[in-house]
T-cell receptor, first 117, second 110 residues
Framework: GAGVSQSPSNKVTEKGKDVELRCDPISGHTALYWYRQSLGQGLEFLIYFQGNSAPDKSGLPSDRFSAERTGGSVSTLTIQRTQQEDSAVYLC???????????????FGAGSRLTVL | GDSVTQMEGPVTLSEEAFLTINCTYTATGYPSLFWYVQYPGEGLQLLLKATKADDKGSNKGFEATYRKETTSFHLEKGSVQVSDSAVYFCALSKINKFYFGSGTKLNVKP
């Protein structure tokens, strides 16, 4: 697609429920990133995909968080047994994934705002 | 490890004032450097970038020069407008990894 598309744009859920957030990157972008932005805070790195593989999962806060990417395209971030501290905006970004020292540019989606009651 | 440090905000300026937002980085090798902007209620957008030492990135009147000797990439604009009010993030990229600063909120008053 023309841009990075994320859904849902807003999600309100009850504590303990599972949620799935979806990211559809720009066509041809091999690298995909998930970040979390809490209210008034900076960006917290969660996970990075190159193709369908996740070379860096170091940012996932706990084992309640998981992500997958299929067909080198769409990615889903799943949060199980949500907690109130999971409330944040979840941002997805993609890039060409050039590797080396090329000037990869991240293109961000508009984000999915998650509110856990 | 690799990291980015930018000045704390918020920064409050009057319209037409000169803007500087400081950014310094720590990295081995040859990172690329970026400024991203997040307008209220929106996602992050690339503002400008520089890929090697002494490069100057520029866009919408904003400029930043990649200074390897001082490991800096300060953002400047000669005359800010109310519409520039946003959060600005400095970032570096190295081999598909991106490191962001904590963001600096800019408020421009008419």
């Amino acid at each position: 697609g023309a841009g990075v598309s994320q859904s849902p744009s807003n999600k309100v859920t009850e504590k303990g429920k599972d949620v799935e957030l979806r990211c559809d990157p720009i066509s041809g972008h091999t690298a995909l990133y998930w970040y979390r932005q809490s209210l008034g805070q900076g960006l917290e790195f969660l996970i990075y995909f190159q193709g369908n593989s996740a070379p860096d999962k170091s940012g996932l806060p706990s084992d309640r968080f998981s992500a997958e990417r299929t067909g080198g395209s769409v990615s889903t971030l799943t949060i199980q047994r949500t907690q109130q501290e999971d409330s944040a905006v979840y941002l997805c970004a993609s890039s060409l994934g050039l590797g080396g020292y090329g000037a990869n540019v991240l293109t961000f989606g508009a984000g999915s705002r998650l509110t856990v009651l | 490890g690799d990291s980015v440090t930018q000045m704390e905000g918020p920064v409050t300026l009057s319209e037409e004032a000169f803007l500087t937002i400081n950014c310094t980085y720590t990295a081995t090798g040859y990172p690329s450097l970026f400024w991203y902007v997040q307008y209220p209620g929106e996602g992050l957008q690339l503002l400008l970038k520089a890929t090697k030492a002494d490069d100057k990135g520029s866009n919408k009147g904003f400029e930043a020069t990649y200074r390897k000797e001082t490991t800096s990439f300060h953002l400047e604009k000669g005359s800010v407008q109310v519409s520039d009010s946003a959060v600005y993030f400095c970032a570096l990229s190295k081999i598909n990894k991106f490191y962001f600063g904590s963001g600096t909120k800019l408020n421009v008053k008419p």
